[in-house]
C-alpha cells in the first residue's frame, strides 16, 4: 500500500491545534531517501497491528562538536543534529489500555505493557548490565503522561521503531529514542508544547533510566537546523546557531568500542565529582555550601570568569584523590546529610579526582565560547579559522583524556590515527569510554582523509572484519531537529 503525505498546511485544519504550541515541530513530506524508510516502518507496523499507523515522528542523533561534560554542570554546549535518527509509526488505541512497543530490528523484541497509564509509576532504573531497549521509550512515555493532562491522554498507544544511528557509539541513540516517544505520546494527545520545553522534559524523563545526564542530547534533538549548529545554553534552555565554516567538513569515524553510559558507574561517577568539587569550591570559598548543586552554581556565586574559576580549582583542590572523611571534614557535614544533598553513598570507599573534573568543565566551558567565537569573527581569513578550530578540538580530546578519564584506548588511537590522516582537529565525542570520534577536514580533502582513515584504522582490525564501514566512518553536516510526518 502507497504512502500520501499530508503537508503542514493540508493538516492545519484536521489537526484542531494539536500541533506543538510555540515554535513549532515541523510537519514535513519525506524526501525520497527517507520515504522507502517510512513505507517499510508503516509496513512493519500493518503486519503487527493490523491497523493503520497515523502519523510517524522522527528524531536525530547528535554529534557533539565541542563541550563534553559540561552540559550537567550549566555550561553551553556545541552540537549538531546528524543525518542518522530514530523513527517511530504512532497510532492512538482509544478501545486498549496497553502501549504495543514493536522494532523493525528483530534482535529487538517486542514489548507489551498492559496499561499505559500506569507507566508513570513504573521504575525503569532496576538493571545491571544495561537497559533494555524499551525501557527508553519507557522513560519518553513517563515523561510525556506527566505533564499531559488527564482528560487528553490517550488511552492506548500502537509504536513500532526504527533507527539507524549506531548504538551505545555516543551519538545519542538512547536520547533520541527517549525523545521520540515523548513527541509520538504528546502528539498522539494532541497536546501543546514548545520546542524547548519537549527538550526540558525529554531530559529529565531519560533520568528515569538511572544516569544523571544533562539536556544537551534533547535540545539538539528539537532545536536541531540545516545548516548550522547550536550554541545551547541552559536555564532558561536556548539555542543560537552557529555558522560553521564554508570549507569544514565533520567525520564521525566509530573506535568499535560500545559503551553504554546506563550500564556503568563510570558517567554517574563524574556528575558526583563535579557536584562535590562545586561544594568543596563554595565551602572554601567562604560560601553556603548545601544550596550549591553545580560547578555553573558556585561559578555564579563568586562572579568570577571561566579562566578566574580555573584558577581558584587550582588553588583550592588539591590533586590527589579526596577520601569520602575527607570531604565531611570540608564540609562540616555527616556522611547522612551528605548522602542526602549529594548523593554520596554513607558507607563509599571510593575516591573523588575533584580537582581534576572541575579543570576539565571550566577549560572546556571556555571552549566552547572560544569556538563560537572563532565561527564568527570577520577578521580571520579561511586557514586560521580552521587551524584555531582544529586546535580547540585537540585541546578538548587532551582534557578529556588527561583530566576526565573517559576516553578509551581505542579512542585514543583513532584520534591520532585521524591526525597522521591530516585531520584539522580530532576528539572524542559523546560520553566516552568507547563510542566516537569527531574530526575535522575540508571539503577539497575529505574523501582522501575517509579512505586514509579506513586503510590506517579499520583495514587491519580484527574487530572491522564483515563491517560495512559506510556505517562506522563518514562525513556528516548539520540537519534538521525532530519532525513529525502524516499518513493517509
Not at 563554595?282 to 548545601?290: D, I, P, Q, T, V
Not at 564540609?331 to 554513607?346: F, G, Q, W
Not at 591520532?416 to 568507547?434: F, P, Y
Not at 566516537?436 to 582523509?449: G, I, K, L, Q, S
Request: charged letters at 25%.
Amino acid at each position: 500500500m502507497a504512502l500520501l503525505w499530508k503537508t503542514r498546511s493540508e493538516m492545519s485544519a484536521a489537526q484542531n491545534g494539536s500541533l506543538i504550541g510555540g515554535e513549532t515541530i515541523s510537519i514535513l513530506k519525506p524526501d525520497e531517501r527517507l520515504k522507502g524508510r517510512l513505507d517499510a516502518l508503516a509496513s512493519h507496523f500493518r503486519s503487527r497491528f493490523q491497523r493503520e499507523p497515523s502519523f510517524l515522528v522522527r528524531v536525530p542523533g547528535r554529534v557533539n562538536l565541542i563541550g563534553e561534560h559540561v552540559d550537567y554542570c550549566g555550561y553551553s554546549v556545541c552540537p549538531m543534529a546528524i543525518e542518522q535518527d530514530v523513527l517511530v509509526a504512532v497510532c492512538r488505541s482509544d478501545d486498549d489500555d496497553a502501549l504495543r512497543l514493536t522494532n523493525v530490528d528483530s534482535k529487538y523484541q517486542d514489548y507489551l505493557h498492559n496499561d499505559l497509564q500506569e507507566i508513570r509509576k513504573f521504575r525503569l532504573d532496576n538493571h545491571t548490565l544495561g537497559p533494555a531497549w524499551y525501557k527508553y521509550f519507557l522513560c519518553g512515555v513517563k515523561g510525556a503522561l506527566e505533564v499531559i493532562p488527564e482528560k487528553r491522554r490517550p488511552r492506548g498507544v500502537l509504536a513500532a521503531v526504527c533507527g539507524n544511528i549506531p548504538p551505545n557509539a555516543g551519538l545519542s541513540s538512547s536520547s533520541a529514542l527517549v525523545s521520540a516517544a515523548l513527541l509520538a505520546t504528546v502528539h498522539a494527545s494532541q497536546h501543546e508544547m514548545s520546542k524547548e520545553d519537549m527538550a526540558t522534559v525529554s531530559a529529565s524523563a531519560e533520568r528515569y533510566i538511572g544516569t544523571q545526564g544533562g539536556g544537551m542530547d534533547q535540545a539538539i534533538a528539537f532545536l536541531g537546523k540545516a545548516g548550522s549548529a547550536k550554541l545551547i545554553e541552559f536555564n532558561p534552555l536556548r539555542g543560537f546557531d552557529v555558522k560553521l565554516p564554508d570549507d569544514a567538513v565533520f567525520v564521525i569515524a566509530h573506535s568499535l568500542a560500545d559503551h553504554n553510559k546506563a550500564a556503568t558507574n563510570d558517567f554517574n561517577t563524574r556528575v558526583l565529582e563535579c557536584r562535590l568539587a562545586a561544594q568543596v569550591i563554595a565551602r572554601r570559598s567562604g560560601l553556603e555550601w548545601r544550596s550549591v548543586q553545580k560547578l555553573i552554581d558556585a561559578h555564579q556565586l563568586l562572579g568570577a570568569s571561566l579562566e578566574e574559576m580555573a584558577a581558584i580549582v587550582s588553588r583550592e583542590l588539591h590533586e590527589p584523590p579526596y577520601e569520602h572523611q575527607e570531604i565531611c571534614q570540608i564540609l562540616d557535614t555527616t556522611p547522612e546529610e551528605l548522602n542526602r544533598i549529594s548523593k554520596v553513598p554513607v558507607d563509599t570507599k571510593q575516591k573523588f579526582k575533584l580537582r581534576q573534573r572541575a579543570l576539565h568543565v571550566f577549560e572546556e566551558a571556555a571552549r566552547v565560547l572560544s569556538f563560537r567565537s572563532v565561527c564568527e569573527r570577520k577578521d580571520l581569513d579561511a586557514a586560521d579559522r580552521l587551524r584555531q578550530l582544529g586546535n580547540l578540538m585537540s585541546s578538548s580530546h587532551s582534557s578529556l583524556q588527561s583530566l576526565y578519564e573517559c576516553s578509551h584506548p581505542r579512542i585514543d588511537v583513532l584520534v591520532e590515527a585521524a591526525n597522521a590522516c591530516g585531520a584539522l582537529g580530532a576528539r572524542l565525542t559523546g560520553a566516552g569510554w568507547g563510542g566516537c570520534v569527531v574530526a575535522m577536514t575540508t571539503n577539497d580533502r575529505v574523501e582522501d582523509f575517509v579512505e586514509n582513515l579506513k586503510k590506517k584504522f579499520y583495514h587491519n582490525d580484527e574487530c572491522a572484519k564483515g563491517l560495512d564501514l559506510m556505517r562506522y566512518v563518514f562525513p556528516t553536516e548539520p540537519k534538521n531537529g525532530a519532525s513529525i510526518h502524516y499518513f493517509q
